[in-house]
Nanobody, 114 residues
Framework: QVQLVESGGGLVQPGGSLTLSCAASGMIFSLYYTGWYRQAPGKSRELVADITSGGKTNYVDSVKGRFTISRDNAKNTVYLQMNSLKPEDTAVYYC????????WGQGTQVTVSS
């Protein structure tokens, strides 16, 4: 049974940093594309960053230069390093991976507020 578990969310002041983790069991991240998505209240879910099985990364314009997606194959974990956080980054963050993008984590809340 495949399970993706996000962690690392929390409350942070504007300009602060957080690192989100997505740990997988029952599947191997390095074989698949993995994306980090976020959903703010009243808004649709959006792709924030992704990493291919080959390690190529991509970012939505609003986070370029501030967020970094990475993968640790030994730990079977994908990370999202978030720097210079802004109030508009407030959302529930989810990771998604697997064949046909079928697996989602439960989400982790990120709140950026003073």
């Amino acid at each position: 049974q495949v399970q993706l578990v996000e962690s690392g969310g929390g409350l942070v002041q504007p300009g602060g940093s957080l690192t989100l983790s997505c740990a997988a069991s029952g599947m191997i991240f390095s074989l698949y594309y993995t994306g980090w998505y976020r959903q703010a209240p009243g808004k649709s879910r959006e792709l924030v960053a992704d990493i291919t099985s080959g390690g190529k990364t991509n970012y939505v314009d609003s986070v370029k230069g501030r967020f970094t997606i990475s993968r640790d194959n030994a730990k079977n974990t994908v990370y999202l390093q978030m720097n210079s956080l802004k109030p508009e980054d407030t959302a529930v963050y989810y990771c998604n991976s697997g064949r046909n993008f079928r697996y989602w984590g439960q989400g982790t809340q990120v709140t950026v507020s003073s």
